[in-house]
T-cell receptor, first 111, second 114 residues
């Protein structure tokens, strides 16, 4: 039962352009959503999060949008930089012991 | 010392071997987790320990046996594994009472079962 889905396994964008990574979830009980970034040979690292009571959270070049009615969230990176090339995991949780992850989207930012 | 350290980074074992993965966190957290990452699949939560008590076991086969002797250390004991158990095993830690829900991951232990 995959409750968090990232339907695009990969995304390629040009440096300086916007990267938009998408995530869908099925469990309406999720109340907190997170994005993690993973470089090869490293563990995932936390990037940005959003509570279900909000619809937008911004941190520098990274913005996460939440559409609860559509059970959809997205991560916008603008402007994209080559160092942003990594695998991005969407995650959702409904209590502090049950975090579910998507399969990840590999972002490649071309110089 | 990095926040969450996993050893060994790579492990190759036969199906009849017994081995263990070790995780140590230096962040003062009191919850620790084992996740399994298989190719092109979501991270799968295996075990959760909060305040050294196991609170989650997501129907993991008994050939995987966790141990949490204290809030800083977590082990995953492996016994008679199958080739399909080959994967990246990630340890993570957090505060048991989360504010942001953020997990801190180790670099993972890449397991290959022959």
């Amino acid at each position: 039962d995959q409750q968090v889905k990232q339907n695009s396994p990969s995304l390629s964008v040009q440096e300086g352009r916007i990267s938009i990574l998408n995530c869908d979830y099925t469990n309406s009980m999720f109340d907190y959503f997170l994005w993690y970034k993973k470089y090869p040979a490293e563990g995932p690292t936390f990037l940005i999060s959003i509570s279900s009571i909000k619809d937008k959270n911004e941190d520098g070049r990274f913005t996460v949008f939440l559409n609860k009615s559509a059970k959809h969230l997205s991560l916008h990176i603008v402007p994209s930089q080559p160092g942003d090339s990594a695998v991005y995991f969407c995650a959702a949780t409904r209590n502090n012991n049950d975090m579910r992850f998507g399969a990840g989207t590999r972002l490649t930012v071309k110089p | 010392e990095t926040g969450v350290t996993q050893t060994p980074r790579h492990l190759v074992m036969g199906m009849t071997n017994k081995k263990s993965l070790k995780c140590e966190q230096h962040l003062g957290h009191n919850a620790m987790y084992w996740y399994k990452q298989s190719a092109k699949k979501p991270l799968e939560l295996m075990f959760v320990y909060s305040l050294e008590e196991r609170v989650e076991n997501n129907s993991v086969p008994s050939r995987f046996s966790p141990e949490c002797p204290n809030s800083s250390h977590l082990f995953l004991h492996l016994h008679t594994l199958q080739p399909e158990d080959s994967a990246l095993y990630l340890c993570a830690s957090s505060h048991a009472q989360w504010g942001t829900g953020e997990l801190f991951f180790g670099e993972g232990s890449r397991l290959t079962v022959l």
